[in-house]
């Protein structure tokens, strides 16, 4: 006899985008470049939201996807599919929220380059960073070009630590470039 349970099943239904409630306390934002970019891939291409349908609780907040449908309103689609997380306690739908929005892994730069079209992976939204001077040894397309003026290089663990970063240390009057490697 086996001691497991039985692994959950989720159902994905349609449901309209009035009745879904978007979470108040949602860790993540898009900024209105990249909310516009996903407004578009999700006119262009639907079946997205059947691949990774919203998750919400069984009061219909959302726990996973608020961007996709805040982008969903926007694109003006009145129904879109969503699944249930009925058995998750208050305590794992916190979890899961968190969990949902934690970007793991990084991009294989050297694959995309090589395997994909630039063009095509900017129109879906993702960002490509400019390796033509990954790291300039004076920082000469900054401004910064006197033999007295030197660099510090900020390694952040991700990129909202890394977005965070900037933006305090251009408060304080630095000239800062972002760089990804």
Same mark, same amino acid.
């Given at each position: ?19 879904? /409630? ?6 993540? =934002?898009?900024?209105? #470049? /990249? ?6 891939? =999700?006119?262009?291409? &639907? ?5 990774? &349908? ?37 305590? #794992? ?5 968190? /969990? ?17 079209? !630039?063009?095509?992976? =900017? ?5 490509? &960073? ?14 910064? !070009? ?30 800062? /470039?972002?760089?990804?490697?």
């Amino acid at each position: 006899m086996s001691t497991k349970s039985a692994e959950p099943t989720y159902k994905t239904t349609l449901i309209k985008l009035s009745e879904i /409630k978007p979470n108040p306390d949602n860790p993540r =934002i898009i900024r209105d #470049e /990249k909310f516009n970019q996903l407004v578009k891939s =999700i006119k262009d291409f &639907p079946k997205m939201l059947y691949l990774r &349908p919203v998750v919400v609780n069984d009061e219909l907040m959302v726990l996973g996807g608020n961007m996709r449908l805040r982008a969903a309103e926007k694109a003006g689609l009145k129904e879109i599919p969503v699944i249930k997380a009925s058995e998750l306690s208050a305590e #794992e739908q916190k979890e899961f929220i968190i /969990k949902d929005n934690v970007g793991f892994g990084e991009w294989n730069w050297d694959t995309l380059a090589n395997e994909w079209n !630039t063009e095509q992976l =900017i129109d879906w939204g993702m960002e490509i &960073p400019n390796f033509k001077s990954e790291v300039e040894g004076n920082f000469n397309d900054q401004g910064i !070009t006197s033999k007295n003026q030197f660099g510090v290089i900020v390694i952040c663990e991700d990129e909202t630590i890394q977005e965070q970063t900037f933006k305090d240390l251009a408060e304080l009057g630095y000239t800062c /470039k972002v760089v990804v490697t």
